[in-house]
Nanobody, 118 residues
């Protein structure tokens, strides 16, 4: 099976920074994309950033210029560097990996809380 373990969330003041990490382990034969979603209270889950095996990167408009997604393929780990954080970035952040086992499937991390508040 596949397991994703997230780390790096917490409480930060507006303008501060956090770095999220998500490490995948298990029977990972092939991945073609990974990234981050977030869900704020009372809102739908929102795609924040993705990175493909080909290196294509996409961000939702609200985080462009502030967040940076990166990956370490050798470690099956994806990162999200979040700078200039705003209160509206407060949410539970979930990582995902799009992995092929018997078929292509999204696997999810457990979620990590990010709270931006003074």
């Amino acid at each position: 099976q596949v397991q994703l373990v997230e780390s790096g969330g917490g409480l930060v003041q507006p303008g501060g920074s956090l770095r999220l990490s998500c490490a995948a382990s298990g029977n990972i034969f092939s991945t073609n994309a990974m990234g981050w979603y977030r869900q704020a209270p009372g809102k739908e889950r929102e795609l924040v950033a993705t990175i493909t095996d080909g290196g294509r990167i996409d961000y939702t408009d609200s985080v462009k210029g502030r967040f940076t997604i990166s990956r370490d393929s050798a470690k099956n780990t994806v990162y999200l560097q979040m700078n200039s954080l705003k209160p509206e970035d407060t949410a539970v952040y979930y990582c995902y990996f799009h992995i092929f086992l018997s078929r292509w499937t999204n696997y999810w991390g457990q979620g990590t809380q990010v709270t931006v508040s003074s």
